[in-house]
DNA sequence: CTGAAAGCGCTTACAG
DNA sequence: CTGAAAGCGCTTACAG
């Protein structure tokens, strides 16, 4: 059975073509007798719009895509779960304003994107889980010069502070240290990557360094990890840690996978947390609660980074201005520590 | 500036407009110099393809729509974490066969993917979570009246025998419940949902009871639990049979949430598991190993799932009969039991 | 408020 | 192997 087009929802309802687009599109002023007829020929025939069609005449393409880089550290889910609510929130929140969203993910070694802007598939991108975005700077610039909107979360660019959406990773980490040294403990870990090009967990260490320095308590550089973000470095890390004997009462972990990590190994070895050893996560992904301890943590909004990243890029792709914009966090207190 | 259109390419190259189609489609023969020249031209200007023009004329939209319902019983993730993994590898596979992936979040009131094939967004859909698949005969017969290929993941429906895409339910049940009375277990707990709108759990639910007929264990109504499918709702459910004093030394939940809420309640209640309790669950989510004990579970190949469903969905939308398929579970031990 | 007409940027018979 | 031409199904000035 062929599709029917418009040609036939307007032989139906005794109109011309044109009118039946204009009483579909409900943009243009139609006699409400019109309408009614338009409305019932399209019910009766199962119509709808050719979005294809209508995508190349408007030249508006009204879908975002949702670039995701694929997570090495988590082979089997292949998506960090850190975005697992997030990409559910930019779902939602795309299909309330009516876009919708292409899903891809991404490997290293991918065009990467620039194909998703440049064939009109979308009308911008959002990047998700691209953490050491250096990395992919000569890529960036193509879109740049294309002119072709994106939004990234998490890390922030030198060259773009207005292209930043993220969380307020130095006021979260700070906040979480503070209360660990507020508990009493002076040797806290920092487990993740310290490192400049990884710009969220390097904010996170400056609220570590910060809260030291405020309460007056010394960094010491030994307890200061460099890892990968996996459930099993941190758990190695940790481990190593104490194979070396290297004295610590409590871990600040830049990822909840990374304390989770740190917990096991805390436990397999005999040690108690929070007693002997507090711990605190980074997200608040909802294995925080399965475990045991519960796992206190910063929590990252995700909520209101998914409605921020959508709004942002449409701004961007209606040619408008964007804002940087950084979400507050909020110490989530459990068990752990 | 303007996006360049195939007449610009033309131009460069030298050769009529037609040709770059062809050239670039690279599913016409073209003489190796011209070809040369139309991909240098192409790469000059940063030219590609307009997906929508070519969607439009070509009728081929080289798209899938992967369709996920919203889950009420996880309001923080929107999506259930079991289809994580699966979604990433759907992404996957289909970013590897070349097919775009449009992705939505359906909530129970929603027109619910009936616009994605009318309007030409994309050739078939893939359903996730649909659980109660009954509720939503009605909308589907619209599908099918159009013509619409679709395929489900999970549960099996009477009418199409053929269009099942779900794992070995009845079986991987057997497994698990057999081990548990190899184990010594003779008072299981069946935790979930064992009414008929629920097939992939009536499934499990008949394995359940294999097992027991097989042991020569009698099944006792009082262990078939009803409830719904999140941690909050195990862990009440156990609550109730500790309070109410039934006597039961084993739990086998229909999926790992479920099993996790279980045994917090149990653990919380002073019992250990599984010197007291065993407990299996079902799924193999990637936090049964992050909890205390290490979970016990029936995994489901979430990457077999996803191969077949888009290869099914593909095959269905040439016009090929489909399979119905079912993947084997498999039976992981940890823990718990 | 409505119609006739042009045209978005491609693909693909049809001829050669 | 290549070109000229038609046309996919819409949207949107332009007139009235």
């Known amino acids: 059975m062929k599709r029917p087009t418009s040609f036939d929802i307007a032989a139906l309802a005794g109109v011309s073509q044109a009118t039946v687009s204009r009483a579909l599109s409900n943009a243009y002023p139609v006699s409400e007798d019109v309408r009614r007829r338009v409305f019932e020929a399209a019910a009766k025939l199962n119509y709808t719009v050719d979005i294809n069609a209508r995508k190349l005449r408007s ?31 930019i779902l939602d929140y795309a299909g309330e304003k009516g876009v919708d969203v292409l899903v891809s993910l991404q490997k290293q070694s991918d065009n990467w994107g620039v194909d998703y802007g440049f064939s ?59 209360h660990l040294i507020k508990l009493g403990r002076k040797r806290i870990v920092f487990l993740g990557e310290a490192s400049e090009r990884h710009s969220e967990f390097f904010e996170r260490f400056k609220g570590y360094v910060r809260a030291h320095e405020e309460a007056g308590v010394k960094v010491d550089p030994a307890l200061a990890i460099d890892c990968f973000i996996s459930r099993e470095e941190g758990a ?71 409605r921020v990243l959508v709004d942002t890029l449409i701004r961007l792709i209606d040619g408008q201005p964007a804002e940087m914009t950084r979400i507050p966090t909020q110490l989530v207190l459990r068990e752990s520590c």
Request: aromatic share 8%; net charge negative.
């Open 120 to 178: 009109r598939r979308a009308d911008g991108i959002i990047f998700l889980g691209y953490r050491d975005f250096e990395t992919y700077r000569q890529k960036v610039e193509v879109l740049r010069q294309v002119g072709e909107p994106w939004v990234v979360f998490g890390p922030q660019m030198s060259e773009d502070p207005d292209l930043f959406v993220g969380s307020d990773n130095e006021g979260g980490a700070h906040a979480a240290v503070s």
């Open 59 to 89: 030249k508006k393409i009204n879908t975002i895509a949702v670039l995701v880089s694929e997570d090495l550290d988590q082979p089997d889910n292949r998506i960090n779960p850190f975005f697992l609510p997030l990409i559910g929130s």
């Open 236 to 306: 190695a890390a940790i481990q190593r840690l104490l194979d070396d004997g290297v004295d610590f009462d409590a871990v600040f972990a830049v990822t909840d996978l990374l304390a989770i990590g740190a917990i096991q190994t805390l436990q397999k070895r005999g040690l108690v947390v929070p007693r002997d050893v507090s711990v605190m996560g980074f997200d608040d992904l909802w294995v925080c609660t399965c475990i045991n301890p519960e796992l206190s943590t910063v929590r990252q909004d995700t909520t209101t980074a998914a």
